[in-house]
Nanobody, 115 residues
């Protein structure tokens, strides 16, 4: 079992920045990738960014150049640095971990960007 806890969400004005953190615990060995998703009410959860166990990163096109995903292996923590935030970035952000064929999710942290 993998336990994920997100933090760092909040209310920010458009153009501002936030950094989300996701602390992983439990059976974290063999996690192949971790990532961030976001969801707004009435819409499907959207993939935002992924970082693999060897440090490869991928982003949805709408956040490229503004968001950066990184990891601190010593702290078992993944970060999402979000700059130049836009109102359309508003949503609940969820941390995700892939281990074998199983997906694990955190409880989510709310990000609200005001215009």
């Amino acid at each position: 079992q993998v336990h994920l806890v997100e933090s760092g969400g909040g209310l920010v004005q458009a153009g501002g920045s936030l950094r989300l953190s996701c602390a992983a615990s439990g059976s974290i060995f063999s996690i192949t990738a971790m990532g961030w998703y976001r969801q707004v009410p009435g819409k499907q959860r959207e993939w935002v960014a992924t970082i693999t166990s060897v440090g490869g990163t991928r982003y949805v096109s709408s956040v490229k150049g503004r968001f950066t995903i990184s990891r601190d292996n010593a702290k078992n923590t993944v970060y999402l640095q979000m700059n130049s935030l836009k109102p359309e970035d508003t949503g609940a952000y969820y941390c995700n971990a892939e281990r074998a064929v199983v997906q694990y999710w955190g409880q989510g942290t709310q990000v609200t960007v005001s215009s």
